[in-house]
Each structure stands twice: as structure tokens, then as C-alpha cells.
């Protein structure tokens, strides 16, 4: 079955200070791997990375993959109070069509 | 706003009794997810629909069922309903089934309470 894990569970760090957050996967078929950020309600699509070692960007965020180890980094520098959300990383299985969530990292930013 | 809308946005209900979740799709999506999530549970896969037949099923309990009509709207039916069940239900969407292709995008989701 599908395998989606996420480090740290937790994490709390001052504005300003540079997180990276991890996921490891293992799937069959893999395709893509995708970010999520979720705040009070519904997860918000961040990024979709198909490619190993290519960094995609979106301001203060970037995340990038890597094939033959099987994991993802998120990168946010420059924290703020406002990136303080679960960060959920998934997985979608070629044969099922779904996607496979990590348990997420909570993070929490101090101002 | 991704363009998904669900409704309710809350739901109490007791034990025992019926409720019906509703999504409606962004424009143009043609495959719809339904998500559980609970307090200790990541996102947990219950159905796929796509152009309204059912396409893949995850951990879904019998009590549940799900359906995709013509407009493509979705309902989610949850019966006998237990405390357990309690959870935030959310719907996703996609243009096409997600095979690695492209995104979901996430409905609000309804948060189920069950009393």
C-alpha cells in the first residue's frame, strides 16, 4: 500500500527563522508528488513537482524532489505569523487515481 | 476560493440518523474525491467519482455511499450515524483523475459533529 510520511509531526519556530520540512513516500507508479498548506479548512495546492532536482518556487517557499531517495523538502525562509498551517504532502497512485496524504507538519510560527 | 463549494458547512446530528454532504465540482472538473478527515487522522481517501461513475473506492465504510449525477455534482450519504464519525468531510476536484498529471483543488468541507 501507498506510504506517505512527514517530519517533524510538529514544529515551532520564532518570524523570521528558515523551515524545511520533510516527506518520504513510497508508491507504485509514481507520478508526482504534490504540497498542500492547510490553514483553518480546506488545503490549498502549493506546489506539484514531477521532476527530480528541479526547485520550484513561490515567493518564500520552494520545495524540491528527489527520485532515487524518495522524499520531498518544503523550504519556507523568512517565516511570518501567517504560514502557520498544517503543511500536508501527497502522493497520487497511478492505478487508484487518489491521493495518499502524509499525516501532515504543523507548524507554528512565533511573532 | 478554489471554486469547489460544499455544503454545510456544519453539521450536529445524533446517533443513529442520516445526512447528506453536497459538492459541486469547480467548472469544468470532471472528477470528484471525498476525503475523511479526523482530529488524529491525516486526510483519509473515501471515493472516486469521475463524469459520474464511480472510479475507486479507499477505506469507506458500508454505512456510507456516494454518488456523481449528471451536472456532476456529488452527495455524500453517511447513515447510521455514530460518534466516530464525527470528522471534517472535504470534496476535491480535478479536471481529469489523478494519475500525476494535475492538482485537486479542496472544497471548505463540512464538519460533521455527532452527539
Known amino acids: 500500500e501507498d506510504k506517505v510520511v512527514q517530519s517533524p509531526l510538529s514544529l515551532v519556530v520564532h518570524e523570521g527563522d528558515t523551515v524545511t520540512l520533510n516527506c518520504s513516500y513510497e508508491?507504485?507508479?509514481?507520478?508526482?508528488l504534490l504540497w498542500y498548506k492547510q490553514e483553518k479548512k480546506a488545503p490549498t495546492f502549493l506546489f506539484m513537482l514531477?521532476?527530480?532536482?528541479i526547485e520550484k518556487k513561490s515567493g518564500r517557499l520552494s520545495s524540491i524532489l528527489d527520485k532515487k531517495e524518495l522524499f520531498s523538502i518544503l523550504n519556507i525562509t523568512a517565516t511570518q505569523t501567517g504560514d502557520s498551517a498544517v503543511y500536508l504532502c501527497?502522493?497520487?497512485?497511478?492505478?487508484?487515481?487518489?491521493?495518499?496524504f502524509g499525516t501532515g507538519t504543523r507548524l507554528t510560527i512565533i511573532p | 476560493d478554489s471554486g469547489v463549494t460544499q455544503t454545510p458547512k456544519h453539521l450536529i446530528t445524533a446517533t443513529g440518523q442520516r445526512v447528506t454532504l453536497r459538492c459541486s465540482p469547480r467548472?469544468?472538473?470532471?472528477?470528484v474525491y471525498w476525503y475523511q478527515q479526523s482530529l488524529d487522522q491525516g486526510l483519509q481517501f473515501l471515493i472516486h467519482?469521475?463524469?459520474?461513475?464511480?472510479?475507486a473506492k479507499g477505506n469507506i465504510l458500508e454505512r456510507f455511499s456516494a454518488q456523481q449525477f449528471p451536472d456532476l455534482h456529488s452527495e455524500l450519504n453517511l447513515s447510521s450515524l455514530e460518534l466516530g464519525d464525527s470528522a471534517l468531510y472535504f470534496c476535491?476536484?480535478?479536471?481529469?483523475?489523478?494519475?500525476?498529471?494535475?492538482?485537486?483543488?479542496f472544497g471548505q468541507g463540512t464538519r460533521l459533529t455527532v452527539v
Open positions: 514531477t521532476s527530480s532536482g
Open positions: 501527497a502522493v497520487p497512485n497511478f492505478g487508484n487515481e487518489k491521493l495518499t
Open positions: 508508491v507504485t507508479n509514481f507520478r508526482s
Open positions: 467519482y469521475y463524469n459520474g461513475e464511480e472510479r
Open positions: 476535491a476536484s480535478s479536471v481529469v483523475p489523478l494519475v500525476g498529471d494535475t492538482e485537486a483543488f
Open positions: 467548472s469544468g472538473d470532471l472528477s
